[in-house]
């Protein structure tokens, strides 16, 4: 992969390959940053993304704390971006910052394949398949921390690589320790760069020691270096003591507190959720293989297991440093797959806030005229050894029955204290909870509610896997939520059989008017709305048509058995069809006679 020296030995070998590649290395890497940041910036989101984007850009914005293990290095640069920047709204500003910080990562990445191999080619290929591969360009354009994550590993990766080059123990020496600042600063963004971390350190304490220049004064100059880098982390309990933003999470005003964030215990600090049972090991790594092949190509794939193969000729240099990339690559999958404790299969997790010790006490302040009844929500209300006094959904609704309270994302399924005197009645894409002693008006509550769902976007337009598509079917579901409703309520309340009559009514003509008016929406409207043409069937309302609502229920079952193919109901509404078909053609004949 390298070119062969003309010095008499290694160092002057070294010396001479460095020469010319240097400056060449300089300016491809120079013009790579500025076709990626050009690219990259036409194609940014000019608000804010999905993801975590929206509580990382807040916590910037305010100077808060953001998730676990905090990312202060990220919140802080991307604070400076907020105020630097002249032009954009704030979630602009953070997007255009990322989308900087994912050019500089080709760029370093593009360094290091040239300074590799000498080829320009290789390193621009490189940098452009990795930098507009489906996923890399996605985040390195929106406000999270991958692209900056990215960007450590490329400059981990130019460093070492630069380390190996260097002519004479000084030079060692001074890259080993800008080299050991740098990775303890990338662990102040986000954490599974330790992975590349582990790999590198004792590679490099080995060249050392190799060349006879590791001692216990250097080894300890580098641990300081080391440990410099991760003094951002300083700023989590000088935020969290300041308590100045609106939106920060945990108290690391102790010790126990911010260890706490810092290790992730709340997620559970080696997996990726907590309390999560995911895919096994080997259908992630299949995952993970199946992922490249569509990001990347297969061409790509086999060109990297070529080079691999490559390197066991003899005329190869600097073949263990892509060894050791390729095993840093293995050591990340590998640790991936068996720590990632999610199931695949399901795009997103939600999480609980109030349940968390450090959420009053931090962020009562921020939320003038809610009461809360203790220090912390607890199904189980009573005393905890610490003396926080817990207090349960129930409770909390009771003290502020004066305001109108709103949920959003559903309810703790662990807390069914509310449903004492409480109903949930839809509201777009929430609910609202109501007392139950308020009587459930549906000619009122349909009229309140229509003009709600002013969602524009068409259904199924994002992709699958994308935070984006998650929003897109919470908003079209939305719209049903107030016909099934109603439909649920003719099904289970204990109510005179007119006013049933009227709730199935309202339901049908609901269901009726969005199946209608949408060309492309939720398979499983299909099925609702089916069931309500059977209901209808069965009242005889006048002014119905029984032709009609039989051949809609026959029309609509049939379209959801042919997209819903995974419903274990399939064979019972296989059955009905038939039966519905024999009714419709029964109907048919009288007509006729």
């Known amino acids: 992969m390298g070119l062969h020296g003309d010095g008499g030995g290694p160092a002057g070998g070294r010396a001479a390959r460095v020469g010319p590649r240097r400056s060449g290395g300089l300016r491809g890497g120079v013009a790579v940053f500025a076709g990626v940041a050009a690219v990259f910036t036409l194609t ?9 984007s929206g509580e990382l850009i807040t916590a910037a914005h305010e100077l808060g704390v953001a998730h676990p293990p905090g990312y202060p290095l990220f919140t802080l640069v991307a604070k400076l971006a907020i105020i630097l920047f002249p032009f954009g709204s704030v979630a602009y500003r953070v997007n255009l910052l990322c989308g900087l910080f994912g050019a500089v990562a080709a760029s370093l990445l593009f360094f290091t394949v040239f300074r590799l191999s000498g080829s320009h080619a290789g390193g621009i290929l490189a940098a452009g398949v990795f930098s507009f591969s489906r996923l890399t360009w996605q985040w390195s354009i929106a406000a999270e921390v991958f692209s900056l994550n990215n960007l450590f590993v490329g400059l981990l990766m130019a460093l ?14 001074k890259i080993a320790k800008i080299g050991a600042f ?5 662990l ?16 490099i304490l080995f060249r050392l020691l190799k060349e006879k220049e590791l001692s216990l004064g250097s080894l300890l100059k580098l641990s300081l270096y080391f440990s410099a880098g991760l003094l951002p982390y300083v700023y989590l309990p000088i935020s969290s003591y300041l308590n100045q933003a609106r939106w920060t999470w945990g108290d690391q005003t102790t010790f126990l507190g911010f260890l706490t964030h810092l290790l992730r215990e709340e997620y559970g600090t080696f997996s990726l959720a907590k309390s999560e049972t995911g895919s096994s090991m080997s259908k992630i790594l299949l995952s993970q293989v199946t992922s490249m092949r569509t990001q990347l190509s297969l ?17 190869r240099q600097n073949p263990s440093l892509v060894w050791l990339f390729t095993g840093m690559f293995c050591t990340y999958s590998l640790f991936f797959a068996w720590r990632a404790n999610l199931d695949i299969s399901k795009p997103l997790f939600m999480g609980v806030m109030m349940t968390y010790e450090w959420y009053l006490p931090k962020m009562a302040k921020h939320l003038p005229g809610v009461s809360f009844p203790g220090d912390r929500w607890n199904p189980v209300e009573g005393i905890l050894p610490s003396g926080m006094v817990t207090f349960n959904l129930y409770h909390f609704l009771e003290i502020n029955k004066q305001k109108k309270t709103f949920v959003c994302i559903g309810i703790h399924e662990g807390d069914p204290t509310w449903k ?3 109903s949930l009645w839809p509201w777009g894409s929430c609910d609202k909870l109501v007392p139950s002693e308020i009587v459930f008006n549906p000619e009122e509550w349909i009229k309140l509610t229509r003009n709600i769902y002013n969602w524009t976007e068409e259904y199924g337009r994002f992709d699958p896997s994308s935070w984006e598509s998650v929003a897109d079917e919470e908003m079209w579901q939305a719209r049903m939520k107030t016909p099934f409703f109603i439909f649920n309520l003719a099904e289970t309340a204990n109510i005179p059989s007119n006013v049933k009559a009227q709730l199935y009514t309202h339901a049908y003509n609901l269901y009726k008017e969005i199946v209608s008016l949408q060309k492309e929406h939720p398979v499983n409207w299909h099925k609702n709305y089916a069931i309500a043409c059977e209901r209808m069937l069965r009242l005889r309302e006048r002014g119905a048509d029984p ?6 229920t026959i029309r609509h079952f049939r379209l959801y058995t042919q997209k819903a193919r995974n419903d274990p109901q399939l064979p019972d509404i296989f059955v009905a069809l038939k039966h519905l078909r024999k009714e419709l053609q029964s109907l048919r004949n009288r007509k006729n006679v």
């Open 547 to 552: 032709e009609v609502l039989l051949s809609e």
């Open 182 to 186: 740098c990775c303890g600063l990338s």
């Open 420 to 422: 004492k005197n409480y």
């Open 44 to 52: 940014l989101p000019p608000s804010v993304p999905g993801g975590d």
């Open 299 to 315: 061409n790509i794939q086999a060109l990297a297991v070529w080079a691999n193969i490559c390197l066991a000729r003899k005329n």
């Open 188 to 203: 102040c963004n986000q954490h599974t760069i330790v992975l590349y971390v582990l790999c590198i350190i004792p590679w």
């Open 160 to 173: 070492t690589v630069h380390f190996e080059e260097a002519a004479t123990a000084k030079e060692r020496s």
